[in-house]
């Protein structure tokens, strides 16, 4: 079995991450939020560009397409990210290594199993010129390990939205999965070294898969009950460290990738507030002419037509620029048929 993981201290407040010469801190529950923000689709494209695809897959080939491979995901993802694609990945390509052709083949053919049924593995097979999964070359064995590996992650979102999303019917089910893996632990990929680390004797833990990741972090959550907040900006979920009432997050916006929600977010909600003032206030003035030709002309069914029309339609337009289905503009072109 591959050592390769994420090294991690925990000292009963917080994490320090270990990797490459370097350290980071994490509070609890911030390794997990991390790895959520990963849209693991953004792994295809990597893979389709390796530049060993079409290459057989000999043993030293393979872990040269390895390297490349974990040279690849760290140059493009966070600490925790990278670290436990390559886990996952990882193992599956030590297995390959090192393997005999037998267990190989078991792995392939539990793959090709259900494919008729499986949408992702066929999200996994489209465009790359197979049906099936095999291990004809060095492309085919990293896709074999990609389906693995997103299977892994589909495990770790579900158990992450029932953790994030702390309400009273989650908590069981956070309970029941916890109980499940405590009764298999051979499902439980952590080893436990003590470890020589800034000097000093330290308990390290060595988490190898994305289900161990969520479970270790599962297991002290339940402890220190530290909040999992979703933000009020990008709609994912962070830790809050230091002031509790924080609502933005201090990842990279989607409006601004050099900027965080934290720097942008409460720029971004002025500029909601001031964009449904002005819709407020034309669609206020606009209202009250309708309203006055009405009263004065009480008879005159079209402009008491086009009044109701005008304000039974105005609900939709709110809610569709709340959800910014629509810019102003288009709101404005709606607006100017009255
Ligand atoms: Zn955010």
Redesign the pocket.
């Known amino acids: 079995m591959s050592e390769y993981g994420l090294a991690v201290t925990y000292n009963g407040k917080k994490y320090k991450v270990y990797y490459a010469d370097k350290s980071r801190e994490y509070p609890v529950g911030g390794l997990i939020c991390e790895y959520s923000r990963f849209d693991p689709r953004s792994l295809k494209k990597i893979l389709l560009n390796c530049p060993y695809f079409r290459n057989p897959p000999y043993k030293t080939s393979m872990s040269e397409a390895g390297q490349w491979f974990y040279k690849a995901v760290w140059d493009r993802y966070d600490t925790v990210t990278a670290t436990m694609i390559c886990a996952d990945v990882g193992a599956v390509l030590y297995d390959f290594i090192w393997s005999d052709g037998d267990t190989v083949k078991k792995f392939i053919n539990e793959l090709n199993e259900d494919i008729g049924d499986n949408t992702m593995k066929q999200y996994v097979l489209e465009e790359t010129g197979t049906d099936k999964f095999c291990v004809d070359s060095i492309g085919y064995v990293l896709l074999a390990a990609y389906a693995f590996f997103l299977n892994s992650y589909t495990v770790f979102e579900y158990c992450f939205k029932l953790l994030a999303e702390n309400d009273e019917g989650n908590k069981e089910k956070t309970q029941e999965f916890l109980a499940y893996y405590a009764r298999n632990n051979e499902q439980q990929n952590i080893t436990y070294k003590l470890s020589l680390l800034d000097g000093n004797f330290c308990e390290l833990y060595i988490i190898k898969s994305s289900i161990s990741l969520i479970l270790f972090e599962a297991a002290h959550l339940l402890y220190t009950g530290d909040p999992i907040v979703k ?6 979920f ?1 830790v809050p460290v230091g002031r509790s009432d924080t609502v ?4 990279p ?2 409006q601004d990738k050099d900027r ?3 720097e942008i ?1 409460a720029q971004v909600k002025r500029r909601d507030k001031e964009k449904t003032d002005k819709v407020t206030k034309e669609y206020r003035k606009v209202y009250m002419r309708y309203k006055m030709m009405t009263r004065r002309h009480p008879d005159n069914k079209e402009y008491d037509e086009k009044f109701k029309k005008l304000t039974s339609e105005i609900k939709e337009w709110r809610k569709k620029l709340e959800s910014d289905n629509i810019t102003t503009d288009e709101f404005f072109d709606w607006l100017n048929n009255y």
Do not use: A, M
């Open positions: 933000c009020k900006n990008c709609g994912k962070f933005y997050c201090f990842y916006s989607p965080t929600c934290k977010g």
